[in-house]
């Protein structure tokens, strides 16, 4: 594995407000990894300084073999290097079926001609791209029929036919049965096989099946790194995270 992204000293305060704080760390390409942390910890203020949206007040962030800083780039020069991001509530074409969805995702990445100009080998893309994320059988249907996990694969999907470097995803298992969960976890691991996909998270059981290096954000900060047992067992992630279910029983 090498160095994909390389976070080094970034802060970013908003209002006094310190979001970020000397953060540094590194992913891999490929690797999967996780971020978890308290509210307020900083895990959004990170996925939006990665992909261009907000700016930092210092620091760098390296992308690539080149080491590109990314904070010198547009949020549209990030997509087009290879960044892609999912947002915690899906956002898909409703009205559209789940072959359209894929089909203007493939379409996006061609340039403005493939629009128009359908490819031969489209249809075997989109097939593929519904395999991954386990929508075949949805193919015909309108996106906006899909139950609330598979409008999360349909835009995974889309993001995967941009065929990206670095997929950050936001909160992936939040109001999904338990089964999709475990599809879900099945399809970021095998995701995360080609590229390095960073995952924010607050479901630990969801944490526990990606089976991944944890990094904890605690003010802006990396707290802990690690697997998921050892951080669970940092007394300052039990302190400022996980809690002490015990003693609060105790005292209750």
């Known amino acids: ?85 999912k947002f915690q509530k899906p956002t898909v074409f409703e009205d559209q079926t789940v072959t359209e969805n894929l089909a203007m995702a493939l379409r996006a990445t061609r340039g403005p001609l493939a629009v128009l100009l359908r490819r031969p080998d489209e249809s075997a893309r989109i097939a593929d791209l519904a395999r991954q994320v386990g929508l075949t059988d949805a193919l015909p249907l309108r996106a906006g029929i899909l139950s609330h996990g598979q409008k999360q694969w349909l ?20 109001g999904m049965t338990s089964a999709e969960r475990e599809r879900t976890t099945e399809m970021l691991v095998e995701a995360a096989k080609t590229r390095a996909v960073v ?11 990606l089976n991944c290096r944890v990094t904890v954000l605690h003010e802006g900060s990396v707290l802990a790194e690690g697997s998921l047992d050892y951080v669970c067992a940092d007394p300052r992630v039990i302190d400022v995270y996980l809690g002490r279910p015990e003693e609060e029983a105790a005292n209750a």
């Open 155 to 174: 835009e995974i999907g889309m993001l995967l036919a941009q065929e990206p470097r670095l997929l950050l995803v936001d909160e992936p298992a939040a």
């Open 199 to 209: 995952v924010i998270e607050h479901d630990m059981e969801f944490v526990r099946r």
């Open 1 to 85: 594995m090498s160095a994909l992204l390389e976070v080094s000293g970034v802060t970013k305060t908003f209002d006094g407000f310190r979001a970020i704080n000397n953060l540094s760390f590194t992913v891999n390409q490929p690797e999967l990894r996780a971020i978890i942390g308290p509210n307020g910890a900083g895990k959004t203020t990170f996925m939006d300084l990665v992909t261009g949206k907000t700016r930092p007040d210092s620091g760098e962030i390296l992308y690539g073999e080149l080491s590109r800083d990314l904070t010198r780039l547009s949020e549209a020069r990030i997509a087009q290097s290879g960044i892609g991001r």
